[in-house]
């Protein structure tokens, strides 16, 4: 991180004995790991001289600092200069500019805080003493209201953060050998309770931006050794989605939920999963206005009392107060402690006010159970009441959720507001006279909503501000982020129908849907139409996320039109391979290149699962997609020429005949990579192996890389190359642009670029070109992700990578046809009709798949036929 110097100013007026002693004490900790990065790992005597000279930057008198909150180490290193120096921070989210601006222009801080690109900071020093009057106890505000840039900000003190702290790091047993990964954001108070604990005791954090959804999350939190998760009751829907309960984690101690109510029976679930796994679920209960934690319930009641909020965090204490029209020993559940905040700021007047709040009124209805424990019943801010009726939008929802319907409840005086995903068998009226009946309530005075998705805030909580809206669309001010339809809703569908799935969400990637390279380009090519430009890295990248920015002019602003690089050398090689054999150029090299482009995608499409089961169904799926169409089209042109024989349709000729050199071998290439991935998969099967490529991604390509160069350069005793098979000779190929998809640092890069650059040459003899052209196409691959380009460059070199592996198969009987005629001509025959041949078989198995998908939909219905035949017989 580096960050850019402001002016010092002089004088002095900060208040050093209020400052935060876990942001000054860091140093206390000397050498042990504070940070870790997919760059790398910071100690906290590293992080303590960041923090110290950042500090020195600020400059000594007591201003009000605007951040940008964000999981990296130059945001963080920000926030604890500050914090330990005693300046008060307005912690806003940095991914939210709108709320930014609206924050910036609502206080008038002192000092605002830039992020530049890279991890780099630029302080904007706007004057050299404070134009606000500063509380000398005041530390940090924060938002309750997301990203929405609300000026009504929760003011809390240095004693407010370190006594939070230590009450968290108390009852988790937070140790210096643990290492929490970052799965929240930095601006929401359970975000900044985690790293804040952590840091508290010495302990690691994995600072990290990434969704518990991404594999590259995985790859990190196991090679830091990660100990602790935390997340909201969304988090843990996608952690469902990943396959969290099988995964390997061995460092694994404690899981903690907060954020929200997560339904009991989930509750039970992941705590019987841990309990089985050997890890801890703490389920806490907290508000921005308790600095972030209330309650936690132990983990070895979880399972037993799934309901519950559990007991005070040490230091705390609540109390229930009467609240009319309950009973049952219901009330209203207060809180007192330590981190109780000073109370609210809605101007910049307010920021000179001391203690205005001495104990938190939650808002919540709760009851004291017999065991002691603490239930949340209703939530008595929400409690409508619509023509003279009182009613709870919470127990809406749970008599909802009971049919299997996932809905959020709001309103006002007049109608109830529903916002329910899209159920088969519910529509809005079946819905509406459920609630109508169940209440009370008018039929007119329940409005339903159907979506593709329910409002949330960033941090995964509901958005209640947006159902409301639901009803009001006139108001511009309280639109939803979420329509009905719309792009968002288009882009599922896109997703749906090119990688044939069924289980598109909003959080699903390309990845994570099990898209490989086929499918790769056609997709870039559909999404490019239509969001205009892809941003970088979009096949890691949520829907959600890809919906945002497209809908976000300055976001889209930043996007240039750029290509693929590995797109665009499958099709110049492919263009190569049939100019090369038409002999309109001579420019040879390009199958081999497209291997290293194979092993290039293989890690970042098929290794994509942290599930082994998944990566190993998904190279099965990548097989058959090469293995199908080359069998089928080869046993065609077997029906049509002599070219091929029955060995190569079964893609054995490579294997059994190397050394023959007539027409049979050439499908070398396809045999030769169809062996290498049923190799890779298998060996990547065994549990051991994919706990090495776990834990070393970049290594164990790397020592397979160094395996296949002792055939390549004939050292462990094998035949000469001519009599082996291909697959075995060009497999170093394969393996570095593996390693080069894995190459996370510029040290990485060099290596892999040095052993290609050192093994191609000789592989050749006498072809200096073509040695070059594929020490060419490996450096740009390795060192440039993009190139430059435009959309029609894009979409030509897009359709032609796509048809890539047709072209190579269908070439060979098609440009004899027409090469007497024209060279040129036979070229584009030959590339038209490799097109057409893949156009023909995606839409072939899409068909295929509509017709499995309906005799599924259909065979639930012939069994229910055959038992009742049966019954009545």
Excluded at 432 to 449: I, K
Excluded at 554 to 564: D, I, M
Excluded at 625 to 648: E, K
Aim: with cysteine.
């Amino acid at each position: 991180m580096t960050l850019l110097p402001a002016p010092p100013v002089g004088g002095h007026d900060l208040p050093l004995a209020s400052a935060l002693p876990l942001a000054g004490d860091l140093a206390l900790h000397g050498d042990r790991t504070a940070l870790v990065t997919a760059e790398g790992t910071l100690s906290y005597r590293e992080l303590s001289e960041r923090v110290a000279e950042t500090a020195l930057r600020l400059g000594p008198r007591r201003r009000l600092v605007l951040l940008p909150g964000a999981n990296t180490v130059g945001a963080l290193v920000v926030h604890l200069a500050a914090l330990a120096a005693g300046h008060p921070v307005l912690l806003v989210p940095g991914d939210h500019p709108e709320a930014v601006a609206a924050l910036t222009s609502a206080y008038d801080p002192d000092v605002v805080i830039h992020p530049e690109p890279g991890d780099e900071w630029r302080i904007e020093e706007r004057r050299a003493a404070s134009a606000h009057t500063l509380h000398p106890d005041l530390a940090l505000l924060l938002s309750t209201s997301g990203s929405t840039g609300s000026p009504k900000l929760v003011r809390l003190s240095y004693e407010n953060l370190q006594a939070n702290a230590e009450s968290i790091a108390t009852y988790l047993d937070i140790r210096d050998t643990d290492r929490a990964a970052t799965t929240l954001p930095m601006h929401y108070c359970y975000g900044l309770s985690v790293i804040h604990s952590h840091l508290l005791r010495g302990a690691g954090v994995v600072l990290t931006g990434l969704s518990v959804a991404d594999a590259c999350f995985w790859d990190l939190f196991r090679s830091a050794g990660g100990t602790a998760l935390a997340g909201v009751p969304y988090t843990f829907d996608l952690l469902d989605r990943v396959g969290f309960a099988d995964m390997e984690l061995p460092r694994l101690r404690y899981v903690t939920q907060a954020g929200g109510r997560l339904a009991p029976e989930r509750v039970a679930h992941y705590a019987t999963l841990g309990r089985r796994r050997g890890w801890d679920l703490f389920v806490m209960y907290g508000q921005t206005e308790a600095t972030a934690r209330m309650a936690y319930l132990p983990p070895s009641l979880a399972a037993e009392h799934p309901t519950a909020i559990g007991v005070p965090v040490p230091g705390g204490s609540f109390r229930l107060e009467p609240v009319e029209e309950t009973s049952g020993g219901v009330g209203e559940l207060v809180y007192t402690g330590p981190n109780v905040m000073l109370g609210y700021a809605r101007t910049p007047d307010d920021l000179a006010l001391g203690r205005t709040t001495d104990a938190l009124r939650t808002g919540d209805l709760a009851r004291r159970t017999e065991d002691g424990l603490y239930e949340i019943v209703g939530r008595r801010s929400r409690f409508l009441k619509i023509l003279g009726l009182r009613v709870d939008p919470q127990q809406i929802e749970a008599l909802l959720a009971r049919h299997g319907l996932d809905v959020l409840c709001s309103g006002d005086d007049e109608h109830i507001t529903l916002a329910v995903v899209r159920t088969p068998g519910w529509d809005e009226r079946r819905i509406r006279r459920r609630v109508a009946d169940a209440f009370g309530l008018p039929a007119r005075a329940v409005r339903v909503h159907l979506l593709s998705e329910l409002p949330r805030l960033a941090t995964g909580k509901p958005d209640y501000r947006a159902v409301r809206a639901l009803s009001r669309p006139s108001d511009p001010s309280e639109q939803p982020p979420i329509a009905d339809d719309g792009d968002q809703g288009d882009l599922r569908a896109l997703y749906a129908r090119i990688l044939d799935r069924t289980d598109v969400t909003p959080d699903s990637t390309f990845v994570s849907l099990g898209g490989d390279s086929l499918s790769y380009v056609e997709m870039s090519l559909h999404l490019e139409r239509r969001l205009g430009m892809l941003p970088p890295h979009w096949h890691t990248t949520p829907l959600r996320e890809l919906e945002r920015r497209a809908t976000t002019p300055r976001a889209r602003g930043r996007w240039r039109r750029s290509v693929e690089t590995s797109v665009l050398l499958r099709a110049v090689a492919i263009v190569c391979v049939v100019g090369s054999h038409v002999r309109l150029f001579d420019i040879r090299g390009g199958a081999h290149l497209l291997l290293a482009v194979a092993g290039f995608n293989f890690a970042r499409f098929l290794l994509s699962s942290p599930d082994r089961r998944e990566r190993t169904r998904r190279s099965a799926r990548s097989i058959a997609r090469i293995a199908v169409p080359t069998m089928a089209w080869t046993a065609f042109a077997l029906l049509i020429s002599d070219d091929y024989d029955l060995s190569n349709v079964l893609l054995l000729h490579n294997a059994l005949w190397p050394e023959v050199m007539g027409t049979g071998i050439h499908l070398w290439f396809v045999e030769a990579l169809v062996y290498i991935l049923l190799a890779m998969t298998a060996l990547l099967a065994v549990p051991a192996v994919h706990r090495l490529d776990r834990r070393f991604p970049y290594g164990l390509p790397v020592v397979l890389a160094g395996l296949g160069m002792l055939t390549r350069y004939e050292l462990v005793g094998l035949p000469d190359r001519a009599q082996i098979t291909d697959a075995v000779t060009v497999f170093w190929l394969f393996a570095l642009g593996w390693a080069a998809a894995r190459s996370r640092t510029v040290p990485h890069r060099l290596l892999v670029t040095a052993a290609a650059l050192t093994a191609v040459p000789g592989f050749f003899p006498d072809e200096p070109r073509r040695e070059l052209f594929v020490m060419l196409g490996f450096c740009l691959l390795v060192w440039f992700p993009t190139l430059p380009s435009v959309h029609r460059v894009n979409q030509v070199a897009g359709l032609l990578a796509g048809s890539s592996l047709a072209i190579y198969l269908t070439h060979w009987q098609v440009f004899p046809l027409v090469d007497d005629v024209s060279e040129p001509l036979a070229l584009a025959v030959s590339l038209l009709f490799g097109i057409g041949y893949a156009t023909c078989v995606d839409r072939l198995v899409r068909r295929v798949s509509a017709l499995r998908e309906g005799a599924a939909r259909q065979a639930p219905r012939l069994r229910l036929k055959v038992r009742r035949s049966v019954d009545v017989s």
